[in-house]
Each structure stands twice: as structure tokens, then as C-alpha cells.
């Protein structure tokens, strides 16, 4: 397999996603397992910053794997740009 800006771009997204989602959801499960926290929002760490990071996150994670695989794709494989959209489209619509 060759390696291409391409595929260093779409690794690069990969991992950051996986990294923001893995640090938000652990921010929220520290913050849910605070007595004086129950029945509350988070608005700390991550969660300042954007209502669910998480799912932005699992996001660029989906679309970081079309981006590093998109070089390879011809013909009928170019329709995996399918659960990009989707999870997107689920998320935000």
C-alpha cells in the first residue's frame, strides 16, 4: 500500500477525531460520577466548546476513513461516501 498526502490527511483526521470523542466522553463520565452533579449539564472541557464533542468526533473519525481510503476508490466503491453523509445528516438534521 503507498502512502499519499491523501492518506497522512485522512490518518491525521482519523486520529483526532478518535482522540476528541475518547476525551469527551471520559469529561462526562467523570463529570456524571460527581454527586453534585447529578441532573446537570456539563459545560466544562470539551463540552464548553460544543454541545456534543463527541459526536463531532465520531464524525471526523467516519470522515477521516473516506478521505485516507478515497484515493482507492473507483466505480461503485465511490458510493461508501454514504456513511459520512449519513452520520453527518443523523447528527445534525
Known sequence: MVFTTI????????LLGIGIEGIADYQKFVFKNRSESKNKWISTGLWKYSRH???????MMWVGVFIYRSFY???????????????FSFTFC
Open 53 to 59: 464533542p463527541n459526536y463531532l468526533g465520531e464524525i
Open 73 to 87: 476508490l473507483t466505480g461503485l466503491a465511490i458510493f461508501t461516501v454514504i456513511s459520512p453523509i449519513y452520520i
Open 7 to 14: 492518506s497522512y490527511i485522512g490518518l491525521s483526521i482519523v
